[in-house]
């Protein structure tokens, strides 16, 4: 799926498709990927630059978040990091954790549990498609 396939979970924030529910998992496990990978780099030198490499895959995720996201997007000024400034890994942290805190509340807004399971919710119905509990209480 493209981004642009996403274009009305952006504005409705309802799951449309089982495509768009592959897609919201896969941007959601990447950005929390990301997370966990440059967070332990953080915690070691916080002020180090991030390389180029890397920023061009967080940059990637982020657009795809983005495009999920639509005016929910954590910071509406943000877009995605430059390149030639080369963030810090502290800084591409903190964004990355709001990021992934942005899609969980979406996540947990289209999930429903039956009979101890939770599943992903799909034009307003409960689809067979499970998934982790609810974050949020």
Do not use: H
Not at 89 to 98: A, G, N, R
Not at 115 to 126: D, H, L, P, R, S
Request: charge should be positive; include cysteine; charged fraction near 25%.
């Amino acid at each position: 799926m493209n981004l642009q396939g996403l274009a009305l979970l952006k504005n409705s924030n309802n799951m449309k498709s089982e495509e768009e529910v592959i897609q919201f998992e896969k941007t959601q496990t990447q950005i929390k990927g990301l997370y966990n990978e440059i967070g332990i780099l953080s915690k070691k030198n916080p002020n180090d630059a991030v390389n180029k490499f890397k920023l061009k895959f967080i940059n990637q995720s982020i657009k795809e978040a983005n495009n999920i996201l639509g005016n929910k997007k954590p910071y509406s000024d943000f877009e995605v990091f430059n390149e030639d400034d080369a963030p810090s890994t502290s800084d591409v942290v903190m964004i990355l954790e709001q990021y992934y805190s942005a899609l969980e509340k979406i996540r947990c807004t289209n999930i429903k549990t039956e009979w101890g399971y939770w599943y992903w919710v799909i034009n307003g119905k409960i689809s067979n498609i499970k998934t982790n509990s609810s974050t949020i209480k």
